[in-house]
């Protein structure tokens, strides 16, 4: 069979009832001179009658539950991710904090040198931070990784790091304790000798830093 698509067309709009009759004419003038398509028009109709006359099919009463019981089980860390996908904020603050807490551990445990945030005037002998009788540290002092004995004062805050406040003048550089601090330190005292408290004292220390940007705006 050569013949155009308009015939086979034809025939397909014949099958679903939508021919005009003009079309009809011309389907059955074309059929009456090529038995070719008359034997394909009747092969679609066979077709036709086939499925008009089969019984309905229906599927089996279980069949849907069936499908769903085979179906793979989701896992619970898709759960969890979806979860996360749909809280970006709090997603993003958990990859802060676990960063921050990563390197804050790293730090802690491969830094161990003494370092002080102001070495103007200091004098460090043996991991101990001096503050000399005659000198007034202004502002806030951090020792790390070593002990500070303060002979002089500290106008401001003192942040001990791995570290103790040693007794002034003591032979044996025996650790202060309770208010005997605060006769050399005008502000606050902070001992931090653990690695939870390191990581607290980061967290702080970041979470003070955010809130005065925002007051100063």
């Known amino acids: 069979m050569n013949c155009k698509q308009e015939v086979i067309a034809l025939m397909h709009k014949y099958l679903d009832d939508d021919l005009t009759q ?16 008359q034997a394909h028009f009747h092969e679609l109709k066979r077709t036709i009658s086939l499925v008009k006359s089969s019984s309905p099919i229906s599927a089996p009463g279980d069949f849907t539950a069936n499908v769903m019981s085979n179906l793979p089980q989701q896992k619970k860390r898709n759960h969890y991710m979806r979860w996360f996908r749909n809280h970006p904020f709090f997603t ?13 551990f790293s730090a802690w445990t491969e830094d161990q040198q003494v370092t002080v945030s ?13 503050v000399p ?23 401001g805050d003192v942040t ?25 330190v005008s502000g606050e005292v902070n001992e931090v000798n653990q690695v939870f408290e390191w990581m607290w004292y980061h967290t702080k220390k970041t979470l003070e830093g955010v809130f005065s940007l925002g007051n100063g705006e």
């Open 92 to 104: 993003a603050a958990a990859v802060f904090f676990l960063m921050m807490f990563g390197g804050v």
């Open 22 to 37: 003009p079309e009809e004419k011309k389907l059955r003038f074309h059929l009456q001179s090529c038995s070719d398509c």
């Open 160 to 184: 001990i790091i791995n570290g103790d406040i040693l007794e002034q003048d003591s032979v044996q550089d025996s650790p202060l304790e309770g208010e005997k601090y605060m006769a050399y």
């Open 118 to 130: 102001k070495q103007e005037n200091l004098v460090i002998q043996n991991q101990v931070v001096i």
């Open 133 to 155: 009788e005659d000198v007034t540290v202004e502002g806030d002092l951090v020792v790390r990784n070593g002990d500070l004995r303060i002979d002089g004062a500290v106008n």
